[in-house]
């Protein structure tokens, strides 16, 4: 049915509304200069980002809450992909930050004391949201958590403060409900219920760990034949049977119950990865794939944060007393929420050196 009342474009974006927001602490945006406003609408095109991004992430989560249709899973890598092209025009609003002179940015810099971008609320609920342990977080340098640095200079409750609770308590994250898909994954054939399959997934990761020995050994020889006479040849050998070693430890995964779902987990990824060209698993390899992709952006995005701020205030210490550059530094090094997903890459092997599988056409399409 057509809408009862026909809206106009303005009535429909808000735009009143919307132009009537970048006042700044005294709403008086004819009194602050072109500068002041530019930092002001930038941040809050930033948030309106966040928001997208959020709904997506929520809307990814939940479908990955219980068993997923194989047809589903090309919405939840469109999903992804649309996080990522988000956070690639977030990483172009920095260009205009960089706009600002240094001496620009200090004629309004103090208007800041006390606010941070670390006070983001949707910021830390897309990290949440993600699966970043609280455990993972790096200290802003100031004495103070994150939580505390979401309170009200008098110590209250802030809004953010309350919206980031809210989202801690609203649990599983991305990286819960994806491991525990790749977890019920069959793997040559066999589901994490089905009788024999610890047999069956020790079997794949033998014949795999094999396979990928051997691709070691033809590329320490290459390695050799190209290596200087001066060069000590044993220290060539030693890396290179290292990373036999890291396979072995990377599946090892630890004893009890959770090492033996994390090993299960980290032999789907590996599979899932490996036999990519098997109809079944063109889609659970396209998730894979869109998942890193976005978190690639993620640290992109912290990244290019990192540079915008160095270019105009250089390492001075951040609004808020942060360690600014420094912290900003570190997250796009450390804050990684899928770290499987990217060791996995340093273990795959060539498609013609895979080993074969018992039951390939399990993963083939079945005719109606």
């Keep these: ?81 649309r996080i990522t092209t988000i ?54 340098g100031a004495g103070e958590s ?27 994250s991305i990286k819960d409900v994806i491991n525990d898909w790749l977890y019920r994954t069959p793997i040559d054939g066999s589901g994490p219920d089905d009788e024999g399959d610890e047999a069956a997934v020790s079997r794949f990761l033998a014949t ?27 220290l060539v050998k030693q890396r290179y049977e290292s990373d036999k070693v890291a396979l072995d430890d990377w599946l090892a995964s630890g004893d009890g119950p959770d090492g033996a779902k994390r090993r299960r987990i980290r032999a789907a990824i590996l599979f899932i990865i490996s036999y990519r060209e098997l109809p079944l698993l063109a889609w659970p390899r396209e998730l894979i794939d869109s998942i890193i992709e976005m978190e690639q952006h993620f640290l992109v995005f912290r990244q290019r944060h990192a540079r915008m701020v160095e270019r105009i205030i250089g390492r001075r210490t951040g609004t808020g ?9 570190q997250t796009a090094r450390e804050y990684r929420v899928f770290k499987d997903l990217w060791t996995v890459r340093t273990f795959q092997v060539r498609a013609d050196a895979t080993p074969e599988l018992q039951k390939d056409e399990f993963y083939n399409f079945r005719n109606q």
């Excluded at 500068?35 to 928001?51: A, N, R, S």
């Excluded at 640095?149 to 308590?169: C, H, I, M, P, Y």
């Design 1 to 81: 049915m057509p809408p009862e009342k026909q809206a106009a474009y303005w009535s429909y974006i808000r735009v009143k509304e919307l132009l009537s927001l970048q006042g700044g602490l005294d709403d008086k945006e004819s009194e602050l200069t072109n500068d002041e406003v530019l930092f002001i609408t930038v941040h809050q095109v930033f948030e309106l980002w966040f928001k997208l991004v959020l709904r997506e992430m929520i809307g990814l989560r939940d479908l990955f809450k219980g068993p997923v249709n194989e047809q589903e899973l090309a919405g939840a890598v469109h999903g992804c992909q």
């Design 87 to 140: 956070l690639r025009r977030c990483v172009d609003h920095f260009e205009v930050m960089e706009t600002l002179s240094t001496r620009e940015y200090l004629a309004f810099r103090d208007k800041l004391t006390g606010a941070s971008g670390f006070q983001s609320a949707q910021m830390r609920q897309l990290e949440i949201l993600l699966g970043l342990e609280d455990d993972e977080r790096i200290s802003l």
């Design 146 to 172: 994150y939580m505390q640095a979401l309170r009200e200079a008098d110590g209250s409750a802030s809004d953010a403060l309350k919206r980031v609770q809210t989202q801690l308590d609203d649990q599983p």
């Design 208 to 234: 795999y760990a094999e396979a990928y020995g051997k691709e070691v050994d033809i590329a320490c020889g290459i390695s050799l034949a190209r290596t200087a006479v001066e060069f000590d040849s044993s």
């Design 321 to 329: 007393g942060s360690a600014g550059v420094d912290y900003l530094d």
